[in-house]
C-alpha cells in the first residue's frame, strides 16, 4: 500500500473526489423527500404566474413550489428533519455516511503524520473505509433481475441475523462465564477474560474445541501463572501441581454446549434463511421490478452531469445563485424522467 507520511497528488485526487461524493450526498439528504415523492402538493394560488417569475429547474421537474412565505420559513427547519430521517430510513444511504465519516476521521489522523501512531490509525481507517465503500458497489447489481432479488435477500437475512445474536449470546455468555470461573481464579485482566468469556466460546461454535478443559493434554507453557505476560493465566492447580478443575464437568460442559450450538441454533438460523429465501423467491419478479422503480427514481433525482463532474454543476448553481439569475431564466437543463 502505498501510504506516505505526506500525501502524494493520487491521494489528493481522491480527497477531491470523496469531497464531491460529500457533497452530493448532502444534496441528496436535503431533497430526500422530494426524492421519496413527499413533496407538498402544487398550489394554484401559489403558481409562478401569480407572482410573475419563474421556477428553478428542480420545481419545474416535480410541480409548483408553495409560496415562501413566513410560515413557509419556518417550516424549514422541521422539513429538513423530516428529509433526514427519509435519508437515513435508506441501508445504502446509511453506508454511504458512514463511509464518508470513516474517511474523515481518517484525514484528521492523516494529517498528524509527525506522530506514528496518529498516522498508522489514519492507515487502519482508510483500510475500514475502503471495505464500507466496496461493499456500496452492491448496490449496482439491484437493476439485474437475477441478482437484484438476491441483495434484498441478504438484506432480510442479516436482520435474521441480528435477532439471532441475541438467542446465541444467552448460550455464549452462560457457558463463558461459568467456564472461566471452574478454570482460573482473580483473571484482572480484561482482554483475557473477554477472550475466554467471549471470543473463545464464539469460536466453539464453528467447531473449535477449547484445549483448556482436559487435564491430560493441558499445555502450561502457553499461559501464565503471574499474568504478566500476554498469554491467558494458567488454571488454577492442587497440592500435586495438577489441574484442579473437574473433568467430569467440563468435558460434558463443552459437549453440550457445542451440542446445543452448532446443531440446534446453527440449523435454526438455516432454516431462517431457507423460510427468508423462499418468502422472497414467491415474489422474484415483483420484488425486482421494485427494486429497480426506487432505483431509476434515486438516479431521476440526480444531476444529468456524471461523476465526478458534477462538481461543475455545483459551481454553476452557486454562481447562478449568487447572481440571483436563478427567478428570471427556467432551466435549460431536464431530467431524463420527465421526458
Not at 505526506?6 to 423527500?33: G, I, T
Request: hydrophobic share 45%; proline share 6%; aromatic share 16%.
Amino acid at each position: 500500500m502505498d501510504f506516505h507520511s505526506v500525501p502524494h497528488p493520487p491521494e489528493l485526487v481522491l480527497y477531491a473526489l470523496v469531497f464531491v461524493l460529500f457533497c452530493d450526498e448532502v444534496r441528496q439528504a436535503l431533497l430526500s423527500s422530494v426524492v421519496m415523492g413527499t413533496s407538498a402538493a402544487p398550489s394554484p394560488a401559489c403558481s409562478p404566474q401569480a407572482h410573475g417569475v419563474r421556477v428553478p429547474l428542480l420545481h419545474s421537474q416535480r410541480g409548483w413550489p408553495p409560496c415562501r412565505g413566513t410560515s413557509e420559513r419556518k417550516r424549514w427547519p422541521s422539513q429538513w428533519y423530516v428529509n433526514g430521517v427519509s435519508y437515513f430510513t435508506d441501508l445504502w444511504n446509511v453506508m454511504d455516511t458512514l463511509g464518508l465519516f470513516y474517511f474523515i476521521a481518517g484525514i484528521v489522523f492523516r494529517l498528524h503524520s509527525s506522530h506514528k501512531t496518529s498516522l498508522y490509525s489514519g492507515r487502519v481507517i482508510f483500510c475500514l473505509d475502503y471495505i464500507i465503500f466496496t461493499l456500496r458497489l452492491v448496490h449496482i447489481f439491484t437493476v439485474s433481475r437475477n441478482l437484484g432479488p438476491k441483495i434484498i435477500m441478504l438484506q432480510r437475512m442479516l436482520i435474521d441475523v441480528f435477532f439471532f445474536l441475541f438467542l446465541f449470546a444467552v448460550w455464549m455468555v452462560a457457558f463463558g462465564v461459568a467456564r472461566q470461573g471452574i478454570l482460573r481464579q482473580n483473571e484482572h485482566r480484561w482482554r483475557w477474560i473477554f477472550r475466554s468469556v467471549i471470543y473463545e466460546p464464539y469460536l466453539a461454535m464453528f467447531g473449535q474445541v477449547p484445549s483448556d478443559v482436559d487435564g491430560t493434554t493441558y499445555d502450561f507453557s502457553h499461559c501464565t501463572f503471574t499474568g504478566n505476560e500476554s498469554k491467558p493465566l494458567c488454571v488454577e492447580l492442587d497440592e500435586h501441581n495438577l489441574p484442579r478443575f473437574p473433568e467430569w464437568i467440563t468435558i460434558p460442559l463443552v459437549c453440550i454446549y457445542m451440542l446445543s450450538t452448532n446443531i440446534l441454533l446453527v440449523n435454526l438460523l438455516v432454516a431462517m434463511f431457507g423460510y427468508t429465501v423462499g418468502t422472497v423467491q414467491e415474489n422474484n419478479d415483483q420484488v425486482w421490478k421494485f427494486q429497480r422503480y426506487f432505483l431509476v427514481k434515486e438516479y431521476c433525482s440526480r444531476l444529468n452531469v456524471p461523476f465526478p463532474f458534477v462538481v461543475l454543476a455545483y459551481f454553476y448553481m452557486v454562481v447562478k445563485k449568487c447572481f440571483g439569475c436563478c427567478c428570471q431564466d427556467r432551466g435549460v437543463e431536464s431530467s431524463a424522467c420527465s421526458k
